[in-house]
């Protein structure tokens, strides 16, 4: 497992990004209101 601390909003509030590199899955932890905002800076496995 990795994990990668994001600051998000106004406010810098932490967002965290949990991925596991065998299974390429992921999530995202406490966006901080505005996921779709975070989730477009994704890119999908290729």
Known sequence: ???????????????SLIWCEQT???ALVDPGGDAE??????????
């Open 1 to 15: 497992m990795n994990y990668r601390i994001i600051p998000v909003t106004a406010f810098s509030q932490n967002c």
């Open 24 to 26: 390429r899955l992921a």
């Open 37 to 46: 905002k975070s989730n477009r800076k994704l890119t999908p496995a290729a």
